[in-house]
């Protein structure tokens, strides 16, 4: 598993794309108005608290970059039969299972360095202008508690999914699951947004951090006034926070044994 | 390490039988495996690589059965594997690929796998592109970082699918000369079109044909299976229908020189010639390559 996690991250890591895409995302986002990331440096707009500041940057890079963190990842999985490795790797004694372990991480964790990389960024220069050094405590509690379950949801099932379909339509899929499951306000349609199984982390960000946005006045969790799936919105408390970072991680080591069973299965057939 | 198979099967989906209640015995030392296109061959190689399970049937290596995940695993712990359709990583060098490679095989010493790998390149006449990104190699190249690859841990069984496929004339004969050194006490399985590597490398060879065995024994005794049946046919003419063409050389005399493989003489003109290996193989392959060309 050591062995594919660190050859993968390698690999991972060379590819242009990987520092281009989230790259183009951020300028693009300032281009059109992102203004939590100009207003951070205004000493007359940015959020009183380091901590409101901290989270408030985390929503806004992982609602933006994880769109291109799963695209990214769509690939990973199946080039190894696409460049014709898996017959020399298959006939290694190294288990099939801690080898798509290894490649979890090993890519997963490449494709998060410049998310990590801004978000770091980001946090540091705020916390140098403005003085206020305890946000770099808070950047690296929300990273834990917020961004890195999100993204190790996002890549299992990016990994996974184009085992069953080419990995072009999955990324179309994921890009419009994304804004449905997670930017849509639950009182427009039915939606998995702002409930437990929100991989932007809104269960945390509401019960851990007491963040409910940059002007106090947003809803990241508990029930939605005459939103449907409702029950999936429970009243967010810390036990239900953390309850909701173990679903998203249940939910992504059910999209790994799915991918292996797959995986297995094809080996029989083939 | 001595391979027994038994009834062996493999049907893929739509019915298609790749292996068809296949049976042979695959001594210690080279062996060769011979057949045409769709015989089997490529299947039999993957399912004793593990990495594709039979429909029925069995088989062990070195007592091992592959039937069982702890059988596979023994067996792959003393594997090498040169896949016929051979893929690499493009971003990683050649030696990163090796590196790559040795630890999923247990090459765990940095010392011991940088001092292996550093060899095999040098084996391979690559020590000077090691450190270049395989995006950039030829296909004979990375056909050479196969070769390495599936010798990196000293394997007990090697299986070699269509090795000498891509590499110029001088590399064909240097790998051959590399895997009969290679061979010794340990099992090498040569599975090629090219009739010619059999011939200079393995003592024994067996013929598939539709899945089945069609032929097992010694070099010798294939080429004898084409006793009587080789000849030499000049004419103007098109060749005739009966029988094989193995050659065709234009004449001295005008029209064209025929080496024909057929049971009986294929005109009143063609002379009788010694058989070879090339000739044996044609003989006992031939029910398939008729209807292949029904």
């Known amino acids: ?270 | 390490m001595r391979i027994e198979i038994a009834g062996l099967t493999k049907t893929f989906r739509g019915g298609v039988a790749a292996l068809d209640g296949l049976d042979l015995t695959v001594p210690t030392g080279m062996f060769g495996l011979l057949g045409a296109n769709g015989a089997g061959k490529t299947t039999l190689m993957r399912i004793l690589a593990g990495i594709a399970r039979p429909t029925a049937g069995r088989v062990t290596v070195g007592g091992h059965d592959l039937a069982t995940t702890a059988g596979r695993h023994a067996v792959q712990r003393g594997l090498g594997y040169l896949p016929q359709d051979l893929g690499v990583y493009p971003d990683l060098t050649a030696r990163q690929f090796l590196d790559y490679v040795a630890l999923l095989k247990g090459l765990d010493d940095p010392t011991v796998r940088r001092r292996r790998v550093g060899e095999l390149l040098e084996v391979v006449a690559l020590t000077g592109q090691a450190n270049r990104r395989l995006r950039g190699f030829s296909g004979g190249m990375r056909q050479r970082v196969g070769i390495a690859q599936a010798l990196l841990a000293d394997p007990r069984l090697l299986i070699v699918d269509e090795p000498t496929a891509g590499l110029d004339p001088e590399e064909r004969i240097r790998f051959r000369t590399l895997l009969s050194q290679f061979a010794g006490d340990r099992t090498v399985l040569l599975s090629t079109h090219i009739v010619d590597d059999i011939a200079q490398t393995c003592r024994e060879v067996a013929v598939l044909s539709r899945g089945r065995l069609a032929f097992r024994g010694t070099v010798e005794s294939l080429t004898r299976e084409a006793a009587g049946r080789v000849w030499s046919l000049t004419t103007a003419g098109p060749p005739p229908p009966d029988g094989t063409v193995v050659s065709a050389l234009p004449a001295a005399e005008g029209g064209m020189r025929y080496r024909i493989v057929a049971a009986t003489a294929p005109g009143p003109t063609a002379q009788p010639l010694e058989p070879a290996l090339e000739d044996g193989y044609l003989t006992v392959a031939a029910p398939e390559r008729s209807a292949l060309n029904a």
């Open chain 1, 1 to 270: 598993m050591i062995a594919t996690l660190l050859y993968e991250f390698r690999m991972q890591i060379r590819k242009r794309s990987v520092w281009i895409v989230p790259a183009l995302t951020l300028v693009l986002f300032v281009l059109i108005g992102g203004s939590l990331l100009r207003d951070l440096f205004d000493p007359a707009e940015r959020p009183p608290e380091a901590r409101l500041a901290v989270v408030g940057l985390a929503v806004q890079i992982h609602a933006l970059l994880s769109i291109g963190f799963g695209c990214l990842l769509a690939d990973r999985l199946v080039r190894d039969d696409r460049l014709r490795v898996a017959p020399i790797l298959d006939a290694t004694p190294a288990s099939p299972g801690a080898r798509l372990v290894g490649k979890y991480l090993g890519a997963g964790a490449a494709t998060a360095v410049p998310i990590a990389v801004a978000f770091f960024g980001f946090a540091t220069a705020y916390a140098g202008s403005s003085g206020s050094w305890s946000a770099l405590p808070w950047a690296l509690a929300v990273f834990g508690a917020v961004m890195v379950p999100g993204l190790l949801f996002v890549a299992a099932f990016a990994l996974t999914v184009p085992l069953i379909m080419p990995a072009p339509l999955f990324r179309v899929l994921f890009v419009g699951y994304w804004l449905w499951g997670n930017v849509v306000t639950p009182d427009l349609m039915p939606t998995l947004s702002r409930t437990v199984l929100n991989p932007l982390g809104g269960y945390p960000m509401a019960a851990l951090f007491d963040f409910a946005g940059i002007d106090g006045d947003d809803q990241w969790a508990g029930p939605f006034p005459g939103a449907t799936l409702n029950f999936l919105r429970p009243e967010p408390t810390p036990l239900i926070a953390w309850l909701s970072i173990a679903l998203l991680l249940v939910l992504a080591a059910a999209a790994l044994t799915g991918g292996h069973l797959a995986r297995l299965a094809e080996r029989t057939r083939s």
